[in-house]
């Protein structure tokens, strides 16, 4: 079944832990991409990557790292979280034809930073 | 990429066809119109989307005037698990971002 994962689906952490939100799709997508969803502003973009080891900044990349060293893999790393990244996270992939058309996106990730 | 217009909000009894309207008077000639949905915290699920012709496939159907100015998704019988946000996003298909906007709540009534 063609999907994308992630995980863990919900985290609840402390200020300044480091954490890794994993992100896996298995349908040998180039794009792949970070939203966050909050109450009020809708999903916004942190970061994506157009292949391997190719990423970019999204809307919202401050307090965020990616790599992409694999095409199926996009991990998400908060390197020293704080309350205001307290969100709904969103993985998403995309294949590319003549055009993006379909993104999948993944069952979200909750996240919570006391 | 062009700006869109969802009304906040829309019901639709159970079984009744489900008309989700969408403004995007400055759509430029190779932007595409794009439908996504999300229910409830899930992931956005995408549904249709179409250049100039009206498109159809087994979740909805996709009207675009043809001026190209508005656009009107429609569920043929929207059923409860239909109660989502939908969103309309209008975008260049080479451009690989999605820019979600505050979308339409459509509310399916039994």
């Known amino acids: 079944e063609a999907q994308v994962t992630q995980n863990p689906r919900y985290l609840i952490t402390v200020t300044g832990k480091k954490l890794t939100v994993t992100c896996s799709q298995n349908?040998?997508?180039?794009?792949m991409s970070w939203y966050r969803q909050d109450p009020g502003l809708g999903l916004r973009q942190i970061y994506y990557?157009?292949?391997?080891?190719?990423?970019d900044k999204g809307d919202v990349p401050e307090g965020y790292k990616v790599s992409r060293k694999e095409k199926r893999n996009f991990p998400l790393i908060l390197e020293s979280p704080s309350p205001n990244q307290t969100s709904l996270y969103f993985c998403?992939?995309?294949?590319?034809?003549?055009?993006?058309?379909?993104?999948?996106f993944g069952p979200g990730t909750r996240l919570t930073v006391l | 990429d062009a700006k869109t217009t969802q009304p906040p909000s829309m019901d639709c009894a159970e079984g009744r066809a489900a008309n989700l309207p969408c403004n995007h008077s400055t759509i430029s000639g190779n932007e595409y119109v794009y439908w996504y949905r999300q229910i409830h915290s899930q992931g956005p699920q995408y549904i249709i989307h179409g250049l100039k012709n009206n498109e159809t496939n087994e979740m909805a159907s996709l009207i675009i005037t043809e001026d190209r100015k508005s656009s009107t998704l429609i569920l043929p019988h929207a059923t409860l698990r239909d109660t989502a946000v939908y969103y309309c996003i209008v975008k260049r298909g080479s451009n690989y971002k999605l820019t979600f906007g505050k979308g339409t709540l459509l509310t399916v009534n039994p």
């Open positions: 990557s157009m292949n391997v080891e190719v990423t």
């Open positions: 998403a992939s995309s294949g590319y034809r003549d055009t993006f058309n379909e993104q999948f």
């Open positions: 349908m040998n997508h180039e794009y």
